[in-house]
Structure formats: structure tokens, C-alpha cells
């Protein structure tokens, strides 16, 4: 294959980024319209996703938002129907939308629980299933997931968000196998600690906690949400064409790095 000019390789192309109003799903959209491509973001919250549309456009991209919950079915199909009806295609999903809280599994109430299944799991797929038929349609699309490393190795206090992540693992991979014949991949990113204003207040919400989590990081910091677009932009791209089924980690080596035993860093 002949491979892309990464500023353009998204040229005439559009991407539905949920969550893109800020963090991540924000940085991702950035990357994507630098590259040439038309982003869609999505989200509950107006005002973010006018922002990420504005800076987007003022750096010479091109986007749009649309307010939305990704917990309701029957409107996120409607939303992604009416993209395509506007924007003649879509050929990019990521499923970033995302809500957590650290809580004690005995302390968890079943509204948290259901709260967060329905934004991450519930919401991924509603999304998904939308998109799909279009990419299904026109044989080609790339669907990205974005989860954390939680899902398959478990972390304290996390039992909603690590169920949830858990769950698109699964759906990743089987979803993978059903639409590779039929162009559409999908994949899954796993970023690491991450600097965004979301994450810093729901995970590291004291200087204490970011210092404890920091020093989990082999790589000795925090990502910045511009890496975790960076290879969002791969597997999204063709560049990652016969890549599926996949999570992609980016986290400096947290999960590597856990153990039961401490050290310091750089010493046997």
C-alpha cells in the first residue's frame, strides 16, 4: 500500500468524535480536521463543544457539534443519521463519551452504577450500532473505543468504570470479527493518566493523589491528551488498515509497572 501524507490523510473524510467537547475526545477532533478531515463532535453540554468547534475552525479545520446524550438509543441513531444525511458519509466513529467516579464497591449505589454502564458501555454501543450501519453500507469505516487499562486488570474503587470498559473489550472483539470481511475495523485505545481538567478532578482530585499516581508511571509523568490523539490518528487512519480487534495501551507503562513490591526508579 502506498502510505498517506499524515497531514492529509483524512481529506474528505468525516469522524463523529462523542465526549468532544474537552480532554481526549477534544484532541482527538483537533488531529483529525488538521488532517484534513470534517469532525462531528458530540456531547450533553453546549458550550464545550462550540469551543472545541471554534478552535478547530479557527486553526483552519472543519467541524461541527451536535448536542446529545449518548445514553438515548433512538436519538443517537437519529443524530448519526442526520450526519450522514448532511455530510454524505461517515467514516470515522470514536467512542469517547465517558463518566466516572472513584467509590468503594459497597458504597456504590445502583443509580452510579447504572449511570456510568449507560454513558461507557450502553452509550458505545448505541453509537456503534448507528454508525455501523452506514460503514456497513459503503464497505469501509473505522470505529475506535477509548477505554482504560482497568478493564482486564481491575484497580480499587472503579467497579462501574472497569465493568463498563470491560464490556467494549468484548464488544470490540466480536464486533471486529463480524465486520472485518465487510471493511468496518474496530479497535480500542487505553490511555494511561492522562492530563485533562475530567480526570484530574475525578481521579487525582488532590496533589497527594496525582503524586501517588504518578509515581505508578514507569514513565515518570502524565500523558498530555495530544500523544493519545496521535494514535487515536493511526488506528483510525489507513495506515492501521489491517489492524483490528485491537487495544492499543498508552500509558508510560503504568500497567507493567504493577507490583506488590516497590522501588525506586533507575535501582535494581
Known amino acids: 500500500m502506498t502510505i498517506p501524507d499524515i497531514h492529509s490523510e483524512f481529506k474528505g473524510r468525516v469522524a463523529v468524535v462523542t465526549g468532544g467537547g474537552s480532554g481526549i475526545g477534544r484532541a482527538v477532533a483537533h488531529r483529525y480536521a488538521a488532517a484534513g478531515g470534517k469532525v462531528i463532535v458530540l456531547g450533553r453540554r453546549e458550550e464545550p463543544l462550540k469551543e472545541t468547534v471554534e478552535q478547530i475552525v479557527a486553526a483552519g479545520g472543519a467541524a461541527d457539534f451536535v448536542s446529545c446524550d449518548v445514553r438515548d438509543a433512538a436519538f443517537m441513531a437519529g443524530v448519526i443519521d442526520g450526519v450522514v444525511d448532511r455530510e454524505g458519509r461517515i467514516d470515522a466513529l470514536v467512542n469517547n463519551a465517558a463518566g466516572n467516579f472513584v467509590s468503594p464497591a459497597e458504597d456504590l449505589s445502583p443509580n452510579g452504577w447504572k449511570a456510568v454502564i449507560d454513558i461507557v458501555l450502553n452509550g458505545s454501543f448505541y453509537a456503534t450500532h448507528a454508525a455501523a450501519q452506514h460503514m456497513l453500507a459503503a464497505g469501509s ?102 489492524i483490528t480487534g485491537e487495544v492499543l495501551v498508552i500509558d508510560g507503562g503504568q500497567w507493567l509497572g504493577k507490583s506488590i513490591y516497590t522501588h525506586e526508579k533507575g535501582s535494581a
Not at 145 to 157: L, R
Not at 172 to 187: D, F, H, I, K, M
Not at 200 to 226: C, H, I, N, Y
Open 141 to 242: 469505516g473505522a470505529i475506535l473505543n477509548v477505554i482504560a487499562t482497568y478493564a482486564w486488570h481491575g484497580h480499587p474503587g472503579t467497579v462501574h468504570s472497569a465493568a463498563a470498559k470491560g464490556g467494549i473489550v468484548a464488544m470490540t472483539r466480536t464486533l471486529a470479527v463480524e465486520w472485518a470481511a465487510r471493511g468496518v475495523r474496530v479497535n480500542c485505545i487505553a490511555p494511561g493518566p492522562t492530563e485533562t481538567e475530567g480526570a484530574s478532578r475525578a481521579l487525582w482530585g488532590t496533589d497527594a493523589a496525582r503524586t501517588r499516581v504518578q509515581a505508578g508511571v514507569p514513565a515518570g509523568r502524565f500523558a498530555g491528551p495530544e500523544e493519545i490523539a496521535e494514535s487515536a490518528s493511526f488506528l483510525l487512519s489507513d495506515r492501521a488498515d489491517y
